[in-house]
Every structure is written in structure tokens, then in C-alpha cells.
């Protein structure tokens, strides 16, 4: 699955508020009830499948850079000689507002239950996905588990493997009823010049599990035990 992480930095959400009627799975704390469960598979499909647009900023080298990102339902598809179906990922990279990078990416993924299968990009890369575990419906805020492994090729011919990456999803509170959802990419081995960094990118999500902001954080190692990290937030 080719996560907005790896999409920005390869080349270097939207605030959706809606009104809560029937959250799922709550408890109270005196007249103020508190959401405990999210259903993160509808997350997910908001955040890869779903159409959408979302720009993230940042501050590099005290340079304003963002990413316009939007994503494009495709419909069916065959994938690995499979049908399934695709949704695009546009990201536009731009430096004080001059574009330095566009690039194009498509999910393959089928549905009940949801599963992704891999991503092709207009570098030409082909990657397949080994979903580790089912992703749950519902999940309680505290909960973790590993989402996928990717493996990824030059191209379709998957003659020259470039490198494998894991990646993982956890639920965390942010308030009474929102939540953090977050997808972190072990590691950026697609990226030559990068490949021990990872990326996170976190998502608030309410009871419905539609997407109210995002956060995508890449880190690069710097030297022995440390490194720098770069976070770009929605506006």
C-alpha cells in the first residue's frame, strides 16, 4: 500500500467536521460521554480509497513546502491477475509554491474484507502486499497491530527487488471523541538516499471514521542513534 509517508518522500485531511448521533461504543465521565471505539476499516477506506483532497505543510531548511494530495477512486481493476479495485493518489510537492515534484500512485485493494494487494507508480515501481492480519472493523482506543508487508520492484517484471518495508496501525485518544489513527512505515527502503527512515502518518478520525485532520512525520537518521524529523500538518 503506498502510504502518503512514503508518496511525500519520494518526492521530497481534509477537515470534514460532522455532527456525532450515535457514537459507537461509549462510556460517560458525569454528563460528557466518551467515545471508546472507532471503526478504523472505514478510516482506512476514507483515507486510501475514498475521493478526497488534503494539502500538508511543512517548514525544510526554513523553507515553506507542502503537498497537495489528492486521492481518485478508479473503479475495478486487474492487479497480479486479480480483480480488484484502484484508487489513485495525486501528490503535487511544491517550495514557496513552485511545484518541485509530482508523482502518481494507485492502491489495489478488494473489498468485505478490506485488503490491499499492492501499488504501481509512475516510476514504474510494482509492489505486492502480504496483509499480516485482518483488519477490524472496530477497534478499542489503546489498540495496535501489524497492518501489512510490502514487497516492491523495479517494475512489473519483479526481476530486481528494491526492498521490503512493514507497516503497522494503532488507536490512540485525542479527546472525548476523536481519536488518533496512525499507519507507521518501519522503514523507507524504496528511498536510496533515506533507507533506515521511517514515516508516520496519523489521522483524526471521529466515531463515524471520517477524516477531520492528518499529520505525515518522516524521520532520517542524522548520525549514530540519532535523527531528524520533518511533520507535516493538514491545513
Known amino acids: 500500500m503506498k502510504?502518503?509517508?512514503l508518496t511525500i518522500a519520494v518526492a521530497l485531511s481534509l477537515s470534514a467536521c460532522v455532527t456525532i448521533n450515535t457514537p459507537i461504543g461509549t462510556g460517560s465521565t458525569g454528563n460528557e460521554s466518551i467515545v471508546t471505539q472507532y471503526p478504523v476499516e472505514t478510516a482506512l477506506l476514507n483515507i486510501y480509497a475514498r475521493e478526497r483532497s488534503d494539502k500538508l505543510m511543512a517548514m525544510v531548511d526554513n523553507q515553506n513546502v507542502s503537498a497537495e494530495i489528492k486521492v481518485t477512486p478508479k473503479g475495478a481493476m486487474l492487479f497480479n491477475g486479480k480483480q480488484v479495485q484502484g484508487s489513485e493518489i495525486s501528490t503535487i510537492s511544491k517550495r514557496y509554491d513552485q511545484t518541485t515534484n509530482q508523482s502518481v500512485a494507485i492502491n489495489y485493494f478488494t473489498l468485505d474484507p478490506l485488503?490491499?494487494?499492492g501499488f504501481t507508480d509512475?516510476?514504474?515501481r510494482y509492489s505486492l502486499s502480504t496483509q499480516t492480519t485482518t483488519i477490524p472493523k472496530i477497534a478499542t482506543v489503546?489498540?495496535?497491530s501489524k497492518l501489512l508487508t510490502e514487497t516492491t520492484y523495479a517494475d512489473s517484471s519483479m526481476s530486481r527487488?528494491?526492498?521490503t518495508y512493514n507497516q503497522d496501525w494503532s488507536l490512540t485518544r485525542n479527546s472525548n471523541n476523536t481519536a488518533w489513527f496512525c499507519i507507521e512505515t518501519s522503514e523507507n527502503l524504496l528511498l536510496n538516499y533515506d533507507s533506515d527512515g521511517t514515516s508516520t502518518e496519523c489521522y483524526k478520525i471521529n466515531a463515524q471514521g471520517d477524516i477531520l485532520a492528518s499529520k505525515v512525520t518522516i524521520r532520517?537518521?542524522?548520525g549514530i542513534g540519532s535523527s531528524t524529523a520533518v511533520v507535516f500538518t493538514s491545513r
Open 142 to 144: 489503546g489498540d495496535s
Open 161 to 163: 527487488k528494491l526492498g
Open 122 to 124: 509512475n516510476t514504474g
Open 220 to 222: 532520517q537518521p542524522t
Open 3 to 5: 502510504n502518503l509517508g
Open 115 to 117: 485488503v490491499f494487494h
